[in-house]
């Protein structure tokens, strides 16, 4: 499965494509920032941004995007435009019909590094391990890409497993006991 890792921001957004799966060997095919410059309005950052995301799925044809799920910062100005740049990345998938997953920080550092309070060192130097890099990419927010890449290759099955369960839990629940089995 081919994965495009998406870490929203409006001045840097990261992205990263990652090949593999649960169990197999990761290969990353690429990683870069889409950048916009501080002095535009936010409306044509946004376009930017959605120029850059659109091209990442063009150039390398994901079959889904990974987008770390913003979480409340101290700079409420800063979460705006993460949140902006995370809806984007969000549109762009979804007009295409990819499906797209929500990771926290606390899940992509655990399903890289096995800490959920890793710093971003640790993420950068785990995910130049895992896909045998020679050095970490810079800047972080590619790393952070590659990292959310990696998170939702390794996670998605098993959540794919328990949205499965729930669902056949649910129409079991619902479903009338077929005739000659009385229910328990």
């Known amino acids: 499965m081919r994965v495009l890792g998406v870490d929203p921001g409006l001045?840097?957004?990261?992205?990263?494509?990652?090949?593999?799966?649960?169990?197999?060997?990761?290969?990353?095919?690429?990683?870069?920032v889409v950048r916009t410059p501080a002095d535009l309005d936010a409306p044509r950052r946004l376009v930017l941004v959605e120029a850059g995301i659109e091209e990442w799925l063009d150039t390398h044809r994901p079959e889904a995007v990974a987008v770390e799920r913003v979480f409340s910062q101290h700079n409420v100005r800063t979460v705006m435009g993460t949140a902006q740049a995370s809806a984007v990345a969000m549109l762009c998938a979804a007009r295409r019909g990819l499906p797209v997953a929500l990771h926290t920080p606390s899940e992509v550092k655990a399903a890289v590094t096995g800490s959920g309070r890793a710093d971003k060192a640790q993420v950068g130097a785990m995910v130049t391990r895992l896909l045998r890099l020679d050095a970490p990419p810079k800047p972080a927010d590619a790393a952070d890409a590659l990292a959310l890449a990696i998170c939702h290759l390794w996670r998605a099955p098993a959540v794919s497993r328990l949205q499965q369960a729930h669902a056949a839990a649910r129409l079991g629940a619902a479903a009338p006991a077929p005739k000659g089995i009385l229910p328990s």
């Open 11 to 32: 001045t840097r957004c990261g992205v990263g494509v990652v090949d593999g799966s649960a169990g197999r060997r990761l290969a990353m095919v690429a990683v870069g």
